[in-house]
Each structure stands twice: as structure tokens, then as C-alpha cells.
């Protein structure tokens, strides 16, 4: 029932920047927590996540203090701001939506995107 497509992503330099976007389809997009994975070899790292409130977000370690998860509940959009990227950055990103952020957290994940490209370069 819920469709989420990313855009934004692409090739970037070491330092620079690059937002992500995903769109979601549905009338009841606020009620979900949403989050950003990235693929790692043989496994999807938990990047971040946000819930129904905008002070009310979480973060990886290896992310926390360069990226910034942000929603825009009236566009059905959520965002990952990615700033001072590291070429270890480079990944597919997907994003997400679950019942609630630490659900995200732990893999708990009700819907996927199909993932975008993030390549950093050195």
C-alpha cells in the first residue's frame, strides 16, 4: 500500500554533498517512522531515523554529526541530508518505513525502497 521511490543521489567528492529524497505514496505517510539503510557487503546498515516528530530522530555512529534525516509530512517526502561524505560512504541507499524508530533500528522494516546509487570519490 505504501510505494517509496528515492531521487538525489550520484557522484560526489570527498567532502562535498549530497541530499537524498524519498517520496511516498499514501494518505497516512505521518503515521509511519522512516529511516534510511545503505547496502554493505552481505549486509543493509541502519543509517537513520526519524518519527512522528522532528526532534524525535536517531543515528548510526559512523553518520552521527554529518547526516541530517528530515520529513515534510504535507509533501509525503522524507530527506537525508549527507554532508562532509567519506568515500567509505559510497553505498546504495534505501529508504524505509516502519512501525516506530527503534523497530527501524533493529531491521524491522514494513516497507523498502528500490535504493540509489551514493558514490563517493577520493
Known amino acids: 500500500q505504501v510505494q517509496l521511490v528515492e531521487s538525489g543521489g550520484g557522484l560526489v567528492q570527498a567532502g562535498g554533498s549530497l541530499r537524498l529524497s524519498c517520496a511516498a505514496s499514501?494518505?497516512?505517510?505521518?503515521?509511519?517512522?522512516m529511516g534510511w539503510f545503505r547496502q554493505a557487503p552481505g549486509k543493509r546498515e541502519f543509517v537513520a531515523a526519524i518519527?512522528?516528530?522532528?526532534?524525535?530522530?536517531n543515528y548510526a555512529d559512523s553518520v552521527k554529526g554529518r547526516f541530517t534525516i528530515s520529513r515534510d509530512n504535507a509533501k509525503n517526502t522524507v530527506y537525508l541530508q549527507m554532508n562532509s561524505l567519506k568515500p567509505e560512504d559510497t553505498a546504495v541507499y534505501y529508504c524505509?518505513?516502519?512501525?516506530?524508530?527503534?523497530?527501524?533500528?533493529?531491521?524491522?522494516?514494513?516497507?523498502w525502497g528500490q535504493g540509489i546509487q551514493v558514490t563517493v570519490s577520493s
Open positions: 499514501g494518505r497516512t505517510f505521518s503515521t509511519y517512522a
Open positions: 524505509a518505513a516502519g512501525a516506530s524508530v527503534p523497530a527501524l533500528q533493529t531491521g524491522r522494516v514494513g516497507y
Open positions: 518519527n512522528w516528530s522532528i526532534g524525535n530522530t
